[in-house]
C-alpha cells in the first residue's frame, strides 16, 4: 500500500497532515509535481518531479498507483481513471471518490466546465478551510485504520 499525491495543487495543510501520517504509520508517500516541493527527510516520503505539461503529474500517478493504493487529488478525471482499478481516492477536501460517485462528479465538473467556458460561471472552489483540513485528516484515519485491519 502506497499514498500518491497529485501534489500541484495540494494545500500545505493537507501535505503536512500526510507527512504526519506517513511517519506514523510507516508508510509509503510519494508527491507528484511539475514544481519542485520540500518534503521532510524521511525513509517513508518522496518527492517525484515530473516534466512541466498538461496532466504530466496525473498520467505519472496514473501509471505507477496499484490496486490497493491511496490516491489524494481533487482531479475528477484522474480520480475516474484510477478508482476501476482498486485504487481509493480522497480529495483534499477529505470527499472519498468511490465507483457510486464518481461517474456523477465527472457530469458535473464537465458541465460546470463549459458553464466557464461561456462565461456563465467563474472562479474555482473556496480556499481551504480548518474544517476541510479536519475532513480530510478523517478520511485520512478512516483509511489508514481500514488498511491495518486487512
Known amino acids: 500500500m502506497a499514498i500518491w499525491v497529485d501534489a500541484d495543487a495540494c494545500p500545505r495543510g493537507v501535505r503536512d497532515v500526510l507527512f504526519r501520517a506517513a511517519e506514523r504509520c510507516g508508510v509509503e508517500l510519494t508527491l507528484v509535481a511539475n514544481q519542485r516541493i520540500e518534503v521532510p527527510r524521511s525513509h517513508h516520503i518522496r518527492m517525484l518531479q515530473v516534466a512541466k505539461g498538461f496532466d504530466v503529474a496525473d498520467n505519472e500517478i496514473a501509471r505507477r498507483?496499484?490496486?490497493?493504493?491511496?490516491?489524494?487529488?481533487?482531479?475528477?478525471?484522474?480520480?475516474?481513471?484510477?478508482?476501476?482499478?482498486?485504487?481509493?481516492?480522497i480529495s483534499p477536501r477529505g470527499e472519498r471518490y468511490t465507483e457510486n460517485n464518481i461517474g456523477e462528479r465527472l457530469i458535473m465538473r464537465d458541465f460546470m466546465d463549459t458553464l466557464r467556458g461561456s462565461g456563465m460561471a467563474s472562479g474555482?472552489?473556496?480556499?481551504?478551510?480548518?474544517?476541510?483540513?479536519?475532513?480530510?485528516?478523517?478520511?485520512?484515519?478512516?483509511?489508514?485504520?481500514?488498511?491495518?485491519?486487512s
Open 124 to 149: 474555482g472552489p473556496p480556499p481551504l478551510s480548518a474544517a476541510d483540513r479536519q475532513a480530510f485528516a478523517n478520511a485520512l484515519d478512516r483509511y489508514l485504520a481500514r488498511q491495518a485491519r
Open 65 to 89: 498507483v496499484q490496486a490497493g493504493d491511496l490516491v489524494i487529488t481533487a482531479d475528477i478525471p484522474l480520480a475516474a481513471d484510477v478508482i476501476p482499478r482498486g485504487v481509493d481516492v
